[in-house]
Each structure stands twice: as structure tokens, then as C-alpha cells.
T-cell receptor, first 114, second 113 residues
């Protein structure tokens, strides 16, 4: 039972254009969502997050949108740069007595073409 | 400040052998986690330790044991390795002030023949 789904295994975008990565979830108890970026042979690194009380959070070129009614979030990268080529994971967590466990999606491999 | 460190980086085992993956963090974090990453599966939680002295099962705990040795160190043990445990293993930690953000180590690539 995949509670967090990233249905696009890969995405290819031209440098300078917008990259949009999507993520769906099924558990309505999730109240916090994160995006991680992962380069080959490295651990994931935190990129941006959003609480369920918001519908948008922005950090430089990265913006995360949350649509609670659709149980959908997306990550927008504008403009896309070659260094953005990586695997992106969305993750979600809910109330769990302080353990703050994360449930991850399968990941989307983003390739930025020059 | 090294963050989260993991040893070894690579390991090849034969079926039935045992080994311990080591993880340490120098950020004074309370919570620590072990994940495995398999192709097409994302990261799945094996075990976690919400605070020193406590450990709990995650989504895929079978075949593994953990020890929270002290606040810094959290080890993962495979008692009798199986080919299905071939994976990349990541350790992560989180501080009380870091709402849900976990910091990851560089990973251990394990192959079980």
C-alpha cells in the first residue's frame, strides 16, 4: 500500500524552463510534506517543506504547492539549471507521538538538458 | 562538523553471514533512523530511535536488529544476510528543533550473494 506516490519515474526539461514534479498521497492524516534531492552515491538532502496549514511555500527557485482536497503536492523549479539534475523524493509525515517518521515516494529522476 | 557518517561505504556478503552497519551523528540529535533504498521503491523505514534508549520497528524490520548505543550512535545488524537484503542503506537523524527534517548520511551499498 503506497501511501505516497510519484507517478513519473523520470522527467526531462530544457535548461531555463520550469520543472514540475508531482506527488500524490492517500493518508489524510499527513500534515507535513517535504522534498528531498538526491545525487548519485550521496544521501538525500532536504530541499523544501510545507505544512498542511499552508498551500504554498517558496524558497528561491523552488516552490512547493499543496492541494489538500486533491491530496496532491507539486514542486516547481524556475528556472531549471543543469545542477538540478538529480532524483527528487517527496515525503510525508503525520502525528506519531514525536517519532516524526517519514513516508517516501518512489522518486522522480529529473534531467535538465542544456 | 561531519553531520551523519556511515561505515562501511560498500560491503559484499555471502548468504548467511552477519554484519553491522555503523552510523554516527555529531549534531546532538535526539532521533535516528535506518532506511533502505531499492529501485522503484523509494526509501523505506527499517527501524528508528525517537530518543536515546528507545527503538521501534518501521515499515520493513524483518531480518534486522538495531542498537542505540548512545545519543550519537545507531547501528543496524543483519544476523543472517539474504539476497533480498541487497540494497543501499541510509542512516538519518533529526533534532528536536528540526520539524520533520531529517539529515541523511552518504549510505552503505550492500550486496548479498
Amino acid at each position: 500500500d503506497q501511501q505516497v506516490k510519484q507517478n513519473s519515474p523520470s522527467l526531462s526539461v530544457q535548461e531555463g524552463r520550469i520543472s514540475i514534479l508531482n506527488c500524490d498521497y492517500t493518508n489524510s492524516m499527513f500534515d507535513y510534506f517535504l522534498w528531498y534531492k538526491k545525487y548519485p552515491a550521496e544521501g538525500p538532502t532536504f530541499l523544501i517543506s510545507i505544512s498542511s496549514i499552508k498551500d504554498k511555500n517558496e524558497d528561491g527557485r523552488f516552490t512547493v504547492f499543496l492541494n489538500k482536497s486533491a491530496k496532491h503536492l507539486s514542486l516547481h523549479i524556475v528556472p531549471s539549471q543543469p545542477g538540478d539534475s538529480a532524483v527528487y523524493f517527496c515525503a510525508a509525515s503525520g502525528p506519531d507521538q514525536g517519532a516524526q517518521k517519514l513516508v517516501f515516494g518512489q522518486g522522480t529522476r529529473l534531467t535538465i538538458n542544456p | 562538523n561531519a553531520g551523519v557518517t556511515q561505515t562501511p561505504k560498500f560491503q559484499v556478503l555471502k548468504t548467511g553471514q552477519s554484519m553491522t552497519l555503523q552510523c554516527a551523528q555529531d549534531m546532538n540529535h535526539n532521533s535516528m533512523y535506518w532506511y533502505r533504498q531499492d529501485p522503484g521503491m523509494g526509501l523505506r523505514l527499517i527501524y528508528y530511535s525517537a530518543s536515546e534508549g528507545t527503538t521501534d520497528k518501521g515499515e520493513v524490520p524483518n531480518g534486522y536488529n538495531v542498537s542505540r548505543l548512545n545519543k550519537r550512535e545507531f547501528s543496524l545488524r543483519l544476523e543472517s544476510a539474504a539476497p533480498s537484503q541487497t540494497s543501499v542503506y541510509f542512516c538519518a537523524s533529526r533534532g528536536l528543533a528540526d520539524y520533520n527534517e531529517q539529515f541523511f548520511g552518504p549510505g552503505t551499498r550492500l550486496t548479498v550473494l
